[in-house]
């Protein structure tokens, strides 16, 4: 039986809890039939343990859950009503977990910001895990000031800073297939590697979150978190382990070196928002005309940056990373594009074009495009395509995140440097879209992105 866990769920009452998290503990709960955990689930609204309780089970049912684990914690769930930038009511809930409790914090960014300031004059039982959700400060010198106020809390490793790509099973592919295979890693590099793109475009439009995404926007909702730490698990070298000192180690250093390409976000990145349209049998208005947005604030809800990596292994290689919404073809993937052979022996015809790697980022698959000597002519080199499915993950992404940090092991979280370093890349490019220095661009909902921007 693993030790028990108080988890208390700040925001409990919120969409994150309700549609994510929740979902992903009933899931993990059902897998890991020993674990124990108490929900106490906190917001500011009134609600009784019956309504909360009934809350629970929705959100479990969306992922079967079922199981003595998942009987146990709704069984002794319970809700409470507080204001939790209150020291006193952040008091009275730690006195409610029996030992160390896992505190999540998820809540609208400037609440969490006045919790952690309530925190301070709280004693926090030792071995208490905070729990910190995206966007991790605005800039790199509020994710710094937030850094360090956390830190008079807790030492950083019980900082959990989630990203749940971290916890999708064909991010943590990219650790199998980069370093368990003989073939790929030698391949690794400035000289046989041509460009890289991480591309994470959805059909989704803005889903009733305009107060947020209005002030965040692609850049800040997709790259600077998720797309970026894609990027340094695909660029880090070889870690010893995957403990969180090696693996964290590792991504940093890449993050280090990671800048906007040429310092020139100008020339580096490209922004657009959708106009009316139909995509996957849904129709939206324009981005400017979605209840709640702000047209003034000029919102992208297409990014597009290309960035490199100052270092020996990877000095020249631009790295695009792109990620939009309403997008006519739904496409989450990295596309690893090869040099070209350096010489196509003398009477081979046929294709010439380099291999390309496609490791998909949903669903697990991935697929190289190469040339073969393919039917018929036999001097004649065809198109093909070597293709592999793995099994999902066992745990949704929230689950793999959970689990971890349930545990205590921050691997699978965004260590401190890193959040900094992340706002650090993209500080450029957004000082460079706030003074309209890049035009922003339009593409019609349910197609590929502005026409004339290049193809990736
Ligand atoms: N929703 C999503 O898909 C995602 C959200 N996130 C992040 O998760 C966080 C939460 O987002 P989301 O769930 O969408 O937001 P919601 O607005 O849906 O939920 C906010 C929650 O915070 C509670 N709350 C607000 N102020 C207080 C307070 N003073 N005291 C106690 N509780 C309070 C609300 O309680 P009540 O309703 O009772 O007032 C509610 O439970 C944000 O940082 C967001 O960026 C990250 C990834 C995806
Ligand atoms: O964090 C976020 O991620 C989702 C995309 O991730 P997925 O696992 O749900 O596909 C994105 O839609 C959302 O805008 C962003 O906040």
Not at 398 to 414: A, Q, T
């Amino acid at each position: 039986m693993t030790k028990p866990t108080t988890l208390i769920l700040l925001g409990g009452s919120g969409d994150l809890s309700a549609r994510l998290l929740m979902p992903a503990l009933g899931q993990l709960l059902t897998e890991r039939s020993d674990r124990r955990v108490t929900l106490i689930g906190v917001g500011s609204e009134k609600m009784s343990d019956e309504q909360w309780k009934d809350r629970v089970r929705q959100s479990f049912q969306t992922t079967e859950s079922t199981g003595k684990s998942v009987d146990s914690l709704v069984k002794e769930t319970m809700y409470v009503a507080a204001d939790v930038t209150d020291p006193d009511a952040l008091s009275e809930l730690l006195g409610r977990s029996s030992g160390a409790p896992a505190i999540y914090f998820a809540l609208p960014p400037q609440v969490t910001e006045k919790a952690c300031v309530a925190l301070e004059s709280v004693e926090i039982p030792p071995g208490t895990v905070l729990a910190m959700e995206k966007p991790f400060g605005l800039d790199a010198e509020s994710a710094r000031q937030l850094n360090e106020q956390l830190l008079r809390l807790v030492p950083e490793d019980q900082i959990h800073r989630v990203d749940h790509f971290l916890g999708r099973s064909t991010v943590l592919n990219l650790l199998g297939l980069r370093f368990a295979n003989r073939v790929f890693e030698p391949l690794w590099n400035r000289d046989h590697i041509d460009s890289v793109a991480v591309v994470y475009d959805e059909q989704l439009g803005l889903e009733g979150r305009a107060g947020y995404y209005d002030h965040a926007g692609a850049l800040v909702d997709m790259i600077q978190s998720h797309l970026l730490q894609v990027l340094s698990i695909f660029a880090m070298e070889a870690p010893y382990s995957t403990d969180a000192a090696d693996l964290r180690a590792a991504k940093s250093a890449v993050l280090r070196a990671t800048r906007v390409r040429d310092n020139d976000p100008l020339a580096s990145s490209r922004r657009a928002r959708y106009t009316e349209g139909t995509v996957a049998g849904r129709h939206f208005p324009s981005y400017a005309d979605e209840p709640d947005v702000d047209p003034e604030r000029g919102t992208e809800t297409l990014a597009q940056v290309t960035f490199e990596i100052d270092n020996w292994r990877w000095a020249g290689v631009p790295f695009t990373l792109r990620s939009g919404k309403a997008i006519g073809e739904r496409r989450r993937e990295i596309l690893v594009r090869f040099k070209p052979a350096p010489h196509i022996p003398v009477g081979l015809t046929g294709s010439s074009e380099p291999d390309v790697l496609r490791i998909s980022l949903g669903p697990d698959e991935m697929s190289l495009a190469m040339n073969v000597n393919g039917p018929g002519d036999p001097w004649e080199l065809d198109r093909t395509e070597l293709t592999a499915t793995f099994g999902e993950g066992q745990l949704k992404a929230y689950g793999e995140v959970l689990e971890s940090m349930l545990d205590g092991d921050p691997s699978l979280s965004v260590r401190g440097d890193a959040a900094e370093q992340m706002w650090r890349i993209v500080d450029p490019i957004i000082e460079a879209w706030r003074a309209d220095e890049v035009s922003l661009d339009e593409y019609e909902t349910g197609s590929n992105g502005p026409a004339s921007w290049p193809t990736i």
